[in-house]
């Protein structure tokens, strides 16, 4: 039984294809058409997650798509009257799934009624609640989805055991906190698409001294719910304009915050405007606000399900700061965030939904790893690391795996800066060890010679240490796995001083824990980094630059060749810029410091 997930016409286009019960593929569309956050049809991921399984599109069984425009049809018509704008909006929305079957049958040059899959529509926030929970490794768990709009509903919660999902409760639009977060990020001048990591980044620069105020923003309501204060935004009264059904532009969403909020905290910050104490204040009160709301759900849901386990899903579970204290303010001892816990999840929670909920299919299958996007041969690899070597650019060494990794962990521990690039793609936003720029977490100066050299981006932006599963509680007071980087936890007093470059200014990083049964080759390179420098850590950090992840070998070469990357291990080669003896950040002119002991 062949189940193809398609999130479709919104921001973080994607695929997923399920064959019996188990995952085999997932890529977002921005992987392939290099379109940052795409929308529109995902057809390039559709493609790849069909040539994955081996068929083609008139073979699958059931098509399954997270959005249900009939869904709280009472209240979507009650805003409409309201706001013709929303009105047309809708419409727009209902014409494109009314269609669904044509576009896509465009999008394969097929004729429409060749498709004999049977079509599902799952309503958004289940969709969410299905990839969380029935991927997880939980039997039983209570489950919660919170982001900014999908289907008239900005939050869910629900309880899991084996294959159902009974939902508890929600919270319909206007309420939001993904609407609240995005409000504040674009107060304080961060305005493209996608920017709230941004602000949850800055939040640690500062103290929240306008909480008080903030309170009145956003404030628990009951058990498990919460409420806005309307006052402070306009996406109730005029709607906010939004641009997300092209799969050729990022997504645009308009502004959302009122002038009150600028009336009650002062006018808003210029995107050229320097960032002050005051803008990490006012993003430290935003980040303690959504902390204060989401800590009376997590109790209020413990309470009523009486689990020790918790799933999240929806953009809000990307808040990895808030979800590092799940384990010292709730009762849940157990969390799992699957990689793409966004809305490119959808393709993969639709599909399970349909798996178990629709056709009753039993539970059989748990994400332990994040690598189901494409990946190529190792003549592919090869051929891309000859061309570099024959412009003269680099030297190229092929090397056996034992070589390689020892190879590659000297590099690190000198200072280089690499690009590493392996197996299959990632699912999801974060590099977990296939698709990383990897560096030495020992050097203080790493940060900013990363985001000043490579990265090019805000300087106060925080990195990533990945770390051996079997070492996380030398360095972290908390050992709880985050294989997916989704959790940020303290690192212990005496060891900041040790992974200084990766550790936040409030002594807390967002640490991915690595398996050597989820990724052996990249625990081998950070075992052999341990052996070298008594430090199991290296820097990590998303092989891009300012673009999507890079996805072919073609596109890292083309990274590494316009960035000050020193060193490129694609496959088996190993390629070392030849301009390149000394560090990028030697080119740079800056100083590597000796790493700490």
């Not at 999902?165 to 001048?189: C, I, K, W």
């Not at 690598?371 to 690899?381: K, T, V």
């Amino acid at each position: 039984m062949i189940v193809l997930g398609v999130n479709a016409y919104h921001a973080n286009a994607a695929a997923a294809i399920v064959v019996d019960g188990r995952l085999i593929a997932a890529v977002e569309e921005e992987r392939l058409n290099r379109v940052k956050y795409a929308a529109g049809l995902p057809a390039r991921a559709i493609q790849f997650c069909l040539d994955r399984v081996g068929v083609k599109l008139a073979e699958v069984d059931h098509i399954a798509i997270p959005r249900d425009p009939y869904a709280r049809l009472g209240t979507k018509l009650r805003f409409a009257l309201r706001m013709p704008r929303f009105a047309l909006d809708r419409v727009r929305v209902l014409r494109k799934f009314a269609g669904f079957r044509q576009d896509l049958a465009a999008a394969f040059d097929i004729a429409p009624e060749s498709i004999r899959a049977r079509f599902h529509r799952i309503e958004h926030h289940r969709a969410h609640l299905a990839s969380a929970f029935f991927v997880s490794p939980f039997e039983t768990a209570a489950v919660l989805s919170a982001d900014g709009l999908g289907d008239f509903a900005s939050f869910m919660c629900a309880a899991g055991e084996g294959p159902h999902l009974r939902v508890l409760g929600e919270v319909a639009f206007p309420h939001s906190l993904g609407m609240y977060y995005t409000a504040l990020t674009q107060y304080l001048g961060f305005w493209k698409f996608g920017d709230e990591y941004k602000v949850m980044g800055l939040a640690a620069y500062g103290q929240p001294e306008f909480l008080d105020e903030f309170r009145r923003i956003v404030r628990p309501h009951g058990s498990r719910s919460f409420r806005l204060g309307l006052e402070y935004f306009i996406h109730q009264s005029q709607g906010a304009e939004m641009t997300w059904r092209d799969a050729q532009s990022s997504p645009v969403l308009g502004r959302i915050f009122s002038p009150y909020l600028e009336k009650r905290l002062g006018p808003r910050r210029r995107p050229d405007e320097p960032l002050t104490q005051r803008h990490h204040n006012l993003a430290a009160s935003m980040q303690a606000a959504l902390e204060e709301v989401l800590v009376s759900c997590w109790n209020g849901l413990a309470r009523e399900t009486r689990q020790k386990s918790l799933c999240l899903a929806g953009g809000v579970a990307f808040n990895c700061v808030a979800n590092g204290k799940i384990f010292s303010t709730s009762p849940f001892e157990r969390v799992y965030v699957q990689p793409a816990a966004g809305d490119a999840g959808l393709s993969v929670g639709a599909a399970f939904a349909v798996h178990h909920q629709i056709l009753g299919g039993p539970r059989q299958f748990a994400m332990d790893h994040a690598y189901w996007g494409p990946a190529y041969s190792a003549r592919e690899m090869n051929q891309v690391a000859a061309a570099a070597a024959s412009t003269g650019e680099a030297e190229v060494a092929d090397l056996d795996e034992s070589a390689l990794v020892a190879s590659t962990a000297r590099h690190i521990a000198a200072g280089k800066i690499v690009g590493w690039y392996q197996g299959a793609a990632e699912w999801g936003p974060r590099a977990l060890g296939n698709r990383s720029i990897l560096a030495d977490p020992r050097r203080p100066e790493m940060k900013d010679i990363l985001n000043r050299r490579i990265k090019h981006r805000e300087i106060f932006r925080p990195f990533a240490p990945s770390i051996i599963e079997e070492a996380v509680g030398d360095f972290f007071e908390q050992t709880h796995p985050s294989p997916f980087m989704t959790f940020a936890y303290p690192v212990r007093p005496e060891k900041r001083s040790v992974i200084p470059a990766p550790t936040h200014v409030d002594g807390t990083a967002r640490l991915q824990t690595v398996s050597r049964s989820a990724n052996p080759l990249y625990w081998r390179l950070l075992r052999a980094v341990g052996e070298l420098t008594a430090v199991p850590v290296v820097l990590n950090t998303s092989f891009n630059d300012n673009e999507p992840i890079v996805c072919r070998p073609e596109e890292a070469l083309d990274c590494f060749r316009r960035t000050q990357m020193d060193v490129l291990v694609l496959g088996n080669s190993l390629l070392e810029k030849k301009a390149a003896s000394a560090t990028a950040a030697e080119h740079s002119g800056e100083r590597l410091a000796r790493p700490a002991k």
